[in-house]
Each structure stands twice: as structure tokens, then as C-alpha cells.
């Protein structure tokens, strides 16, 4: 027997670190959110991507809030499993959605600072719907993207980026972002990010 055997959960966190990092890396591009066979997730009732994404990001070394009563319900669960601590949105390091927040909402999410740029928060949103769609037409350009990546996008997701392209970032500052679709693809999108929406039907 090997010594060095790797059991679900680690298999998972894994596959889940890979497709975190790449769609920051690449914003625009959309990873599946993949997982091993028989990994049954951290919380009953909550959506194994964003199970996998709390297990894979938060410690004891970082503090956690959502959003909305849904994700909130969640919180409990993900801390006792993770041992995050609990944190008002404008406080906290990583937040919570279920549903697209509020423009007021997204508002209070604490960026950083010019000294310390990386203190910016990082949003976790489970959209409920896919990510691609025929609501509108985003362009994402900055680094990592080759001139820009055009995205055809659901409501939810147009409604999200919407409310991103009205907050002004000050550089460096500002907050990620991972938007998670229904289908399990995740879209990352980094402070760095410029948004632009192109095109909205009707």
C-alpha cells in the first residue's frame, strides 16, 4: 500500500485549485468545475461547486460572509468544516452568494489598499443559471487575455457583470471574482479585469 495514497477529497481540492487558478488566470475562458467520483462535498444542501471552492480556500487564517439568507445558511456549516472565521461583508476575505448581489452590496466589498492591494476581497457567486447565454454581449480585456474575450452571457451572468462595469476601480484595487454556473463552469475574473458590455437584448 502506498504511503502516499491520495483519497477524494484531496483529489478534489486539487482538480478545484487547477480550475480556480486557471480562469484567473485566463479571464474570459470558462473551467468545469471537476471533482472525484464518490466525493460527497462539504454541506448538505449546498452546491458542490461552491463546497469544493470553500474547502479549497478558506482556513482558519481568513474570514468568510455571504451575501443573501441562502448563502447565509450556509456559512455555519462551511466554518465549523473549514474553522473560517465570520465577518461582516465589508470586512471579511472571502464572500458568499447564491443569487447575483445587489449593486449596493458589491458596493461595500472592502479593495484592498494601495499599500496592501491584495487585502481586496474575493466573491464566490453561484449564478443557478449557466454562464453563457443570449441576454448580452462582455468584452473582458487586461492580463492574461489577448486583446479581449468576448462572452455571449445569461441574464444572471449579464446582470453580474452590469454591476461590476459600475464600480470604478482605483489600480491596484479592487476585488475577484468567480461566477460558477449551474452546469458546474467557472469564470474567473481578477481585480486587474476591464469589463465592457458590448451589447444588451433587448
Not at 456549516?77 to 461583508?89: L, P, S, V
Not at 476575505?93 to 447564491?98: E, F, G
Request: hydrophobic residues 45%.
Amino acid at each position: 500500500m502506498s504511503l502516499f495514497r491520495i483519497d477524494n477529497k484531496i483529489l478534489s481540492t486539487q482538480k478545484c485549485y487547477r480550475a480556480m487558478l486557471w480562469a484567473l488566470c485566463t479571464p474570459g475562458s470558462l473551467q468545469k468545475m471537476d471533482f472525484a467520483e464518490n466525493d460527497r462535498g462539504l454541506v448538505s444542501g449546498l452546491p458542490m461547486p461552491v463546497a469544493l471552492m470553500s474547502r479549497t480556500l478558506l482556513d482558519e487564517q481568513v474570514s468568510v460572509a455571504a451575501f443573501d439568507i441562502d448563502s447565509d445558511s450556509w456559512l455555519d456549516e462551511i466554518i465549523a468544516a473549514t474553522g473560517a472565521r465570520k465577518a461582516g461583508i465589508d470586512e471579511a476575505d472571502y464572500i458568499l452568494a447564491s443569487s447575483v448581489p445587489r449593486l449596493v452590496e458589491l458596493r461595500s466589498v472592502k479593495q484592498g489598499t494601495l499599500l496592501s492591494p491584495e487585502d481586496g476581497a474575493t466573491l464566490i457567486i453561484w449564478l443557478s443559471d449557466v454562464i453563457e447565454g443570449d441576454s448580452g454581449t462582455i468584452e473582458i480585456s487586461g492580463p492574461g487575455v489577448e486583446d479581449s474575450a468576448t462572452l455571449y452571457v445569461s441574464p444572471a451572468m449579464f446582470s453580474l457583470m452590469k454591476h461590476r462595469t459600475a464600480i470604478q476601480f482605483e489600480y491596484p484595487l479592487g476585488f475577484d471574482l468567480f461566477a460558477i454556473g449551474s452546469d458546474g463552469y467557472l469564470l474567473g475574473l481578477p481585480r486587474t479585469s476591464s469589463v465592457k458590455v458590448v451589447t444588451e437584448k433587448g
